[in-house]
């Protein structure tokens, strides 16, 4: 079962925008997770947010969450062509870190 | 420093055969996580080895089956192919002892089941 689910499904924005995407979840978490994977390939890390943070930089990346709403978003600021892909939050369930993903976001990055 | 590798990129059978995966992990690494992908979703959670045992499994049935070797390595067994079992298989690695929470994929290896 999904744990995370992605909105929009589709993103397509002009190159140099900024890129909001947001992910919702169902039951309590120790983290919240992105992840971009470029043309269904493997998955490449972006960043990790704790229970206990609002928000976190990495770059261009600012991933903010809100656990009284169940709620993520990752904003990708002055967007490149590069950074189309798919994204997907994940959150660990269970023991051992295994991850629950959403169905993703596709982002297109017009040059 | 090698990051997860997979091995094959690709692979068709047919129904009804059965298909061996394979996955290295990050250097340091001791545990690997299996995931399956369907075209247009999310990577679901196949299991997860650690000390050469399936630690943790998903809802999948047992026609999956897994096995990991002293130096780490693992393998995804898949036996009597469905068609359904058309999809991208990824092999995530993590180093267990410190708890990491954040797991390195490999580049997943595509199965067509024709």
């Known amino acids: 079962s999904q744990q995370g689910e992605e909105d929009p499904q589709a993103l397509s924005i002009q190159e140099g925008e900024n890129a909001t995407m947001n992910c919702s979840y169902k039951?309590?978490?120790?983290?919240l997770q992105w992840y971009r994977q470029n043309s269904g390939r493997g998955l490449v890390h972006l960043i990790l947010?704790?229970?206990?943070?609002r928000e976190k930089h990495s770059g261009r990346l600012r991933v903010t969450l809100d656990t009284s709403k169940k709620s993520s978003s990752l904003l990708i600021t002055a967007s490149r062509a590069a950074d189309t892909a798919s994204y997907f939050c994940?959150?660990?369930?269970?023991?051992?870190?295994?991850?629950?993903f959403g169905k993703g976001i596709t982002l297109s990055v017009r040059p | 420093d090698a990051g997860v590798t997979q091995s094959p990129t690709h692979l068709i059978k047919t129904r009804g055969q059965q298909v061996t995966l394979r996955c290295s992990p990050k250097?340091?690494?001791?545990?690997v996580s299996w995931y399956q992908q369907a075209l247009g979703q999310g990577p679901q959670f196949i299991f997860q080895?650690?000390?050469?045992?399936?630690?943790q499994r998903g809802n999948f049935p047992d026609r999956f089956s897994g096995h990991q070797f002293p130096n780490y390595s693992s393998e995804l067994n898949v036996n009597a192919l469905l068609l359904g079992d058309s999809a991208l298989y990824l092999c995530?690695?993590?180093?267990?002892?410190?708890?990491?929470?954040?797991?390195?994929f490999g580049p997943g290896t595509r199965l067509l089941v024709l």
């Open positions: 995530a690695s993590s180093f267990r002892s410190v708890r990491q929470e954040t797991q390195y």
């Open positions: 080895y650690y000390e050469e045992e399936e630690r």
């Open positions: 994940a959150t660990p369930t269970g023991a051992n870190s295994k991850l629950t």
């Open positions: 250097s340091g690494h001791d545990t």
């Open positions: 947010i704790r229970s206990n943070e």
């Open positions: 039951t309590s978490i120790n983290n």
